[in-house]
T-cell receptor, first 115, second 112 residues
Framework: EAGVTQFPSHSVIEKGQTVTLRCDPI?????LYWYRRVMGKEIKFLLH????????ESGMPNNRFLAERTGGTYSTLKVQPAELEDSGVYFC?????????????FGPGTRLTVL | GDSVTQMEGPVTLSEEAFLTINCTYT??????LFWYVQYPGEGLQLLLK?????DKGSNKGFEATYRKETTSFHLEKGSVQVSDSAVYFC???????????FGPGTRLSVLP
């Protein structure tokens, strides 16, 4: 079974440009999470989808970030316009809806560099 | 709010040395505790977990015990290998479905 996949693996853009990150969760996982790690610091939560609905978006830093999960399958995270402080590694994770399994499966991350 | 503190490293050890990476947490409730590992070029992988006080999680020779009295979840391994070189993250989750709270990560390098 395929794990969580993310695309692209690396992205280098200039300040002011737009970037869209994509996450494909494990098939059948209703929960989907976005996290990011900035400058080697701790990994911080951004938001949580249950199927196509945003369950918790308290970690989104500002309105330059927009996440979608149309149809409850893959998700995109758009940064528009990108700023220098947005550089970091963006991780996606997914988990089953069954509360017995409180484990999140992470993707390899997308490394975003804003110049 | 909840938080996780861990030694930031980097930690450099010789092969077969004993490893301890300290992790302490602050939480309002009774969280589940996790150690995730990120090998070079790969994503985060669950290494072990514990869901209640005094539980011991173990995997691949690594162990960690959930200590409620000291709010700690220290990671240990008796004899590290070069292949253990990675970044280790301590994390907690208050309830199922809620987001994880991570520590800053500890980079471990094991030299042959």
């Amino acid at each position: 079974e395929a794990g969580v996949t993310q695309f692209p693996s690396h992205s280098v853009i200039e300040k002011g440009q737009t970037v869209t990150l994509r996450c494909d969760p494990i098939s059948g996982h209703d929960n989907l999470y976005w996290y990011r790690r900035v400058m080697g610091k701790e990994i911080k939560f951004l938001l949580h989808f249950v199927k196509e609905s945003k369950q918790d978006e308290s970690g989104m830093p500002n309105n330059r970030f927009l996440a979608e999960r149309t149809g409850g399958t893959y998700s995109t995270l758009k940064v528009q316009p990108a700023e220098l402080e947005d550089s970091g590694v963006y991780f996606c994770a997914s988990s089953l809806r069954d509360p017995t399994y409180n484990e999140q499966f992470f993707g390899p991350g997308t490394r975003l560099t804003v110049l | 709010g909840d938080s996780v503190t861990q030694m930031e490293g980097p930690v450099t050890l010789s092969e077969e040395a004993f490893l301890t990476i300290n992790c302490t947490y602050t939480a309002t409730g009774y969280p589940s505790l996790f150690w995730y590992v990120q090998y070079p070029g790969e994503g985060l992988q669950l290494l072990l977990k514990a869901t209640k006080a005094d539980d011991k999680g173990s995997n691949k020779g690594f162990e960690a015990t959930y200590r409620k009295e000291t709010t700690s979840f220290h990671l240990e391994k008796g004899s590290v290998q070069v292949s253990d070189s990675a970044v280790y993250f301590c994390a907690l989750s208050e309830n199922y479905g809620q987001n994880f709270v991570f520590g800053p990560g500890t980079r471990l390098s094991v030299l042959p």
